[in-house]
């Protein structure tokens, strides 16, 4: 199936679907973070599907207050071009915000391997 008729709104969608499968106790942890989707990951990585962008909790001092917010960036083309239809798509976008909230709480990409979130 060709995915690349899935809109921007329509992708938006989906990211807001995923945001609201994270356990509500989870959620309720994240504290100033923004969810942005961007078409493309930066030219070094066009193949990256998401990106935290941010000081993990666990590396803040008692005194961060403040700032702008962390943001999750979550790159529509690359996540559209490596799914094969839209249950496909659905699965990866949810795997990716849990992946990019986890390092928000200081989780590692090895830690997260091990997890099936890598």
């Known amino acids: ?7 921007d709104q329509e992708f938006d969608a989906l990211v807001e679907e995923a945001l609201d499968q994270v356990p509500g106790e989870l959620a309720a942890l994240v504290r100033n973070v923004v969810v942005l989707v961007e078409d493309e990951a930066p030219d070094d990585d066009p193949d990256l599907l998401g990106y935290y962008d941010g000081l993990a909790l666990t590396e803040r001092s008692a005194n ?5 917010p962390d943001r999750i960036l979550l790159f529509r083309r690359p996540l559209v071009e490596m799914c094969e239809d839209r ?10 915000v849990v992946h990019e909230i986890a390092h928000h709480f200081g989780i590692d990409d090895r830690r997260l391997h091990e997890l099936g979130y890598a």
């Open 1 to 7: 199936m060709d995915l690349s008729d899935v809109t």
């Open 64 to 68: 961060h207050a403040g700032g702008l």
């Open 87 to 96: 249950d496909h798509l659905v699965e990866e976008i949810g795997i990716t």
